[in-house]
Protein backbone atom coordinates (compact mmCIF):
# COMPACT_ATOMS: atom_id res chain seq x y z
CA UNK A 1 0.00 0.00 0.00
CA UNK A 2 1.16 3.61 0.28
CA UNK A 3 3.54 4.66 2.47
CA UNK A 4 3.43 7.82 4.46
CA UNK A 5 6.43 9.54 2.52
CA UNK A 6 5.45 9.72 -0.89
CA UNK A 7 2.16 11.36 -0.34
CA UNK A 8 3.69 14.14 1.66
CA UNK A 9 5.99 14.76 -1.92
CA UNK A 10 3.43 14.36 -4.03
CA UNK A 11 1.87 16.87 -2.57
CA UNK A 12 4.60 19.30 -2.08
CA UNK A 13 5.30 18.65 -6.23
CA UNK A 14 1.68 19.61 -6.87
CA UNK A 15 2.12 22.41 -4.44
CA UNK A 16 5.05 23.86 -6.30
CA UNK A 17 3.10 23.35 -9.51
CA UNK A 18 0.34 24.87 -8.22
CA UNK A 19 2.75 28.12 -6.78
CA UNK A 20 4.60 28.57 -10.36
CA UNK A 21 1.16 28.76 -12.36
CA UNK A 22 -0.07 30.95 -10.20
CA UNK A 23 2.60 33.07 -10.19
CA UNK A 24 2.95 32.98 -13.90
CA UNK A 25 -0.94 33.99 -14.01
CA UNK A 26 -0.59 36.69 -11.54
CA UNK A 27 2.18 38.17 -14.27
CA UNK A 28 0.15 37.89 -16.95
CA UNK A 29 -2.87 39.84 -15.33
CA UNK A 30 -0.51 41.92 -13.95
CA UNK A 31 1.38 42.49 -17.72
CA UNK A 32 -2.41 42.94 -19.40
CA UNK A 33 -3.47 45.50 -16.59
CA UNK A 34 0.07 47.66 -17.57
CA UNK A 35 -0.71 46.81 -21.30
CA UNK A 36 -3.81 48.07 -20.86
CA UNK A 37 -3.41 51.41 -18.63
CA UNK A 38 -0.46 52.05 -21.64
CA UNK A 39 -3.07 52.18 -23.91
CA UNK A 40 -5.16 55.27 -22.41
CA UNK A 41 -1.72 57.05 -21.52
CA UNK A 42 -0.97 56.48 -24.87
CA UNK A 43 -4.19 57.75 -26.10
CA UNK A 44 -3.83 60.17 -23.77
CA UNK A 45 -0.76 61.35 -25.00
CA UNK A 46 -1.81 61.67 -28.64
CA UNK A 47 -4.64 64.21 -28.04
CA UNK A 48 -2.79 66.05 -26.17
CA UNK A 49 -0.84 67.17 -29.04
CA UNK A 50 -3.45 68.57 -30.88
CA UNK A 51 -4.67 70.69 -27.88
CA UNK A 52 -0.82 71.90 -27.39
CA UNK A 53 -1.09 72.87 -31.05
CA UNK A 54 -4.54 75.10 -30.38
CA UNK A 55 -3.30 75.83 -27.48
CA UNK A 56 -0.06 77.41 -29.24
CA UNK A 57 -2.27 78.60 -32.32
CA UNK A 58 -4.85 80.61 -29.83
CA UNK A 59 -1.73 82.39 -28.25
CA UNK A 60 -0.31 83.38 -31.37
CA UNK A 61 -3.82 85.26 -32.44
CA UNK A 62 -4.45 86.57 -29.03
CA UNK A 63 -0.53 87.77 -29.76
CA UNK A 64 -1.85 89.28 -33.00
CA UNK A 65 -5.07 90.24 -31.66
CA UNK A 66 -3.69 92.76 -28.82
CA UNK A 67 -0.95 94.50 -31.71
CA UNK A 68 -4.25 95.18 -34.23
CA UNK A 69 -6.00 96.79 -31.04
CA UNK A 70 -2.79 98.72 -30.41
CA UNK A 71 -2.62 99.62 -34.30
CA UNK A 72 -6.07 100.75 -34.21
CA UNK A 73 -6.14 101.98 -31.02
CA UNK A 74 -3.22 104.49 -32.25
CA UNK A 75 -4.94 104.95 -35.59
CA UNK A 76 -7.78 106.55 -34.04
CA UNK A 77 -6.46 108.47 -31.46
CA UNK A 78 -4.26 110.05 -34.57
CA UNK A 79 -7.43 110.21 -36.47
CA UNK A 80 -8.97 112.46 -33.63
CA UNK A 81 -6.01 114.40 -32.98
CA UNK A 82 -6.68 115.72 -36.49
CA UNK A 83 -10.23 116.25 -35.92
CA UNK A 84 -9.15 118.29 -33.40
CA UNK A 85 -6.90 120.05 -34.64
CA UNK A 86 -8.97 120.91 -38.00
CA UNK A 87 -11.74 121.97 -35.43
CA UNK A 88 -8.69 124.26 -33.62
CA UNK A 89 -7.72 125.62 -37.40
CA UNK A 90 -11.45 126.37 -38.67
CA UNK A 91 -11.52 129.33 -36.59
CA UNK A 92 -8.03 131.10 -37.92
CA UNK A 93 -8.98 130.01 -40.91
CA UNK A 94 -12.25 132.27 -40.67
CA UNK A 95 -10.27 135.14 -39.06
CA UNK A 96 -7.60 134.73 -41.99
CA UNK A 97 -9.86 135.16 -44.89
CA UNK A 98 -11.98 138.28 -43.06
CA UNK A 99 -8.47 139.75 -43.00
CA UNK A 100 -7.63 139.30 -46.42
CA UNK A 101 -11.09 140.76 -47.06
CA UNK A 102 -10.84 143.85 -44.54
CA UNK A 103 -7.28 144.50 -45.95
CA UNK A 104 -9.01 144.18 -49.69
CA UNK A 105 -11.59 146.32 -48.30
CA UNK A 106 -9.48 148.91 -47.40
CA UNK A 107 -7.12 148.54 -50.06
CA UNK A 108 -9.91 149.80 -52.22
CA UNK A 109 -11.24 152.20 -50.41
CA UNK A 110 -7.45 153.65 -49.46
CA UNK A 111 -8.03 153.70 -46.05
CA UNK A 112 -5.53 153.17 -43.44
CA UNK A 113 -6.99 151.14 -40.88
CA UNK A 114 -4.42 148.90 -38.47
CA UNK A 115 -6.36 145.34 -38.63
CA UNK A 116 -6.35 143.76 -34.82
CA UNK A 117 -6.85 140.25 -33.81
CA UNK A 118 -10.26 141.06 -32.13
CA UNK A 119 -11.48 143.22 -34.85
CA UNK A 120 -10.59 140.69 -37.22
CA UNK A 121 -12.54 137.84 -34.81
CA UNK A 122 -15.33 140.26 -34.42
CA UNK A 123 -16.06 140.15 -38.34
CA UNK A 124 -15.61 136.33 -38.46
CA UNK A 125 -18.11 135.64 -35.66
CA UNK A 126 -20.66 137.90 -37.18
CA UNK A 127 -20.47 137.36 -41.47
CA UNK A 128 -22.83 139.64 -42.05
CA UNK A 129 -19.98 142.25 -41.67
CA UNK A 130 -17.58 140.67 -44.42
CA UNK A 131 -20.22 138.81 -46.49
CA UNK A 132 -21.69 142.09 -47.92
CA UNK A 133 -18.71 144.11 -49.00
Not at 89 to 115: D, G, Y
Request: glycine letters at 2%; a neutral charge.
Amino acid sequence: MYSAAPLPLAHAVLTEKAKNDATKKAACVAELRVEAMNVGVKELFSSEKPIEHWGATILRFIKLSDQWLSVTHSMNTAIKEIGDFENWMRPWNLILEASMQLSTITKHEHVVSPITLPSVYVLCTVPQLWSSH
